[in-house]
């Protein structure tokens, strides 16, 4: 039995849970915190470097964000399923989570609302999914907003029936006050409205469904986010009520509410098809799956950058990934979508590229200039992997080898180093000191949307290469020359451990 008080006592687990610390080499640790090798001091020393006043300078440069450029101009740190603590099938419900991610500076979450015989609920419909209360998430979205914040997106799936969706508005309008964006705002153009228009402000994505007549262009439905799985009633949770219909419409009443963000499923043609307003509604915004936008590059790449100069894009996962892995966000920002969701329960590959694009900043970076028609010349990276100290040590290995795993992910090519394998014996609980003093060089055309991931494997005789530490950051971020990298480990976790490299970027 789950206790009532379940959200306010899962508070502090949840954090620990799901937290990510990439910034630890944006901030680094004090360095009387950090335990570094006798053959890394030695290093050190015989280059007349000072360990105590490297370890101050961070691997990655803290990025500037302009908060003046037109919404369309950003990329949005996403959560998608935000209510959700483990898997999208069979996870616990809780209005935490909102709080979690919005405290880490995600800027736009997703609430899928039923109808029950409790009233309206939040729930993954028809699936395992525990349930919290509609106002519940509500109240808490609303209480971790603050007056300078950068603007909040919130994604509402709506699966209530219209007779119901007063009462959602009424809910919203009490829980979010003057942070709830309810019209236009006077004096300002809706396609130059900036996120310093809308600072300490929610907008909320309302649902617009153009027409019955209307051909949809995805396979997935267009009421749902989710492949259906049998319908089984969880114990203790209000039955669902069905909105009775395909595509559960929208009472103007909540329509009016999504002024700056009506977001649509795109019907054929929807790349090129204008939508002016009137008939249509101001501000449309695409809402499309990850199967639907893969099938359309490489061949449509042109068309759909074009189209994101135009119109907001959101990217929801495909409804198979059960156990809420990740789409690739990379291909989608290549593609210029602005709002890639992604499942931060997570801390595989997408998400790592997801925290690397947005460490550092407030929710919103501005999309490189390659999105906007700018050109750029071609580089090369050289980068010295020198050692690692406390490389932990994994569970049931005293001795074991290591290695580095250098990927750089770039449009053109992706390229990758291994370092040799050191053999690591008889290793103490405070880690392993691991010196590989290995050397790469990569050529490639700068681009903004590249980014490189070091990891420390653990080589398997007989088994699986065992992936134990990493660090991933876009490339236009990296600090140049000496740095000491502080690893997290494979949850995105700080573990002390820390990667002597340097590196070099030089134009071709």
Known sequence: MIPKDFDKDWSAELSAHLS????????????????????ILRFLG????????????????????DDTRPLKDYFVYSSHNTYLLAWQVLGRASSE??????????????????WSSKGPIVTHGHTLSRSVPFKTVCEAIG?????????VLVSLECHVPVAHQDELVGIMKAAWGHKLVQEPLEGVNSDTISPKDLRGKILLMVEYYPGADSEALEDESCSTEYDEVTEIEYEADPLLERAGNTHAKIAASLAELGYYARSMKPMKQWLTEELPSPPHPPNIMINVSEYSILAMVPHSLLELIENSRRQLRRIYPRGSRLSSSNLDPLKQW???????????QNFDYGMQLNEAMFAGTAGWVERPSRLIGAAEGKVKLAC??????????????????????????????????????????AVLEDGADVMWNGHFEWEFEEDDLTFIRLRILRHGVLSKDEQLL????????????LRFIHLQSMEGKYTGATLLARFTLNAV
């Open 20 to 39: 990510v610390e990439t910034s630890v080499n944006i901030y680094p640790p004090s360095g009387g915190d950090v335990r570094l090798s006798l053959e």
């Open 46 to 65: 015989q280059n007349g470097l000072d360990a105590h006043e490297l370890l101050k300078l961070p691997a990655i440069c803290p990025r500037v964000v």
């Open 97 to 114: 989570c909102y709080t979690h991610v919005l405290s880490k500076n995600a800027r736009c979450v997703e609430i899928d609302v039923w």
């Open 143 to 151: 209480e971790a907003v603050h007056a300078e914040d950068w603007p």
């Open 334 to 344: 290549r593609n210029g979508s602005h709002i890639v969701c992604l499942n931060w």
């Open 384 to 425: 010295d992997i020198i050692g690692i100290s406390s490389l932990p040590r994994p569970n049931g290995h005293t001795e074991f080898s290591s290695y580095v795993h250098a990927e750089l992910f770039h449009s053109s090519k992706n390229q990758e180093w291994r370092s040799v394998h050191v053999k690591c014996k």
């Open 470 to 481: 990493i660090f991933c950051a876009r490339f236009c971020d990296l600090e140049q020359g």
